[in-house]
T-cell receptor
Framework: DGGITQSPKYLFRKEGQNVTLSCEQNLNHDAMYWYRQDPGQGLRLIYYSQIVNDFQKGDIAEGYSVSREKKESFPLTVTSAQKNPTAFYLC????????????FGPGTRLLVL | GQNIDQPTEMTATEGAIVQINCTYQTSGFNGLFWYQQHAGEAPTFLSYNVLDGLEEKGRFSSFLSRSKGYSYLLLKELQMKDSASYLCAVRDVWIYNQGGKLIFGQGTELSVKP
């Protein structure tokens, strides 16, 4: 089955700790994205990558970092510099053949202890 | 600035028709998307409009007027499972500029009552 997977489903972070959220896709999509969703707000773009070994900051990149060493994988690290990390994190990839539509993974809910 | 407006919440009756409106003000336009998001889950793609007019897909239809900066999602024969948040998103740049990023509205929470 082709799709986008994210793990873990729930993640708990302690003060001062870095945590990494996984995103994997086997759809052969070039472009991948990370969004953050907070209650009552629209999705906001954190980072995106159009191709392997290249990524760009989105609108709210401070306190986050990413890597794109493989086409299939785009992990997001939430660093201790991110002061308000509690949110629902969504990874997406873009399909060239369907209006360049973005499709989302199941999400990771990050909570601060 | 970039702005997308949708009603915060709507209520409708099972079997009825509901129209969810979306107005946008963006510096450019390269497509409008509607997503459905059930509570605690990821958004799932519903429709895509880039030209003016109506796109129909089963019980769901989406309309676009670029000159008015306006779209709507029409849901027919409402079912209880249609209770969800509906997200309007605009791609305001060419796909290879800024990753073809989407600007999202805050979503419309639809409650379908028996």
């Amino acid at each position: 089955d082709g799709g986008i997977t994210q793990s873990p489903k729930y993640l708990f972070r302690k003060e001062g700790q870095n945590v990494t959220l996984s995103c994997e896709q086997n759809l052969n999509h070039d472009a991948m994205y990370w969004y953050r969703q907070d209650p009552g707000q629209g999705l906001r773009l954190i980072y995106y990558s159009q191709i392997v070994n290249d990524f760009q900051k989105g609108d709210i990149a401070e306190g986050y970092s990413v890597s794109r060493e493989k086409k299939e994988s785009f992990p997001l690290t939430v660093t201790s510099a991110q002061k308000n990390p509690t949110a629902f994190y969504l990874c997406a990839s873009r399909d060239r053949d369907r209006g360049e539509t973005q499709y989302f993974g199941p999400g990771t809910r990050l909570l601060v202890l | 600035g970039q702005n997308i407006d949708q009603p915060t919440e709507m209520t409708a009756t099972e079997g009825a028709i509901v129209q969810i409106n979306c107005t946008y003000q963006t510096s450019g336009f390269n497509g409008l998307f509607w997503y459905q998001q059930h509570a605690g889950e990821a958004p799932t793609f519903l429709s895509y409009n880039v030209l003016d007019g109506l796109e129909e897909k089963g019980r769901f239809s989406s309309f676009l007027s670029r000159s008015k900066g306006y779209s709507y999602l029409l849901l027919k024969e409402l079912q209880m499972k249609d209770s969800a948040s509906y997200l309007c998103a605009v791609r305001d740049v060419w796909i290879y500029n800024q990753g073809g990023k989407l600007i999202f509205g805050q979503g419309t929470e639809l409650s379908v009552k028996p």
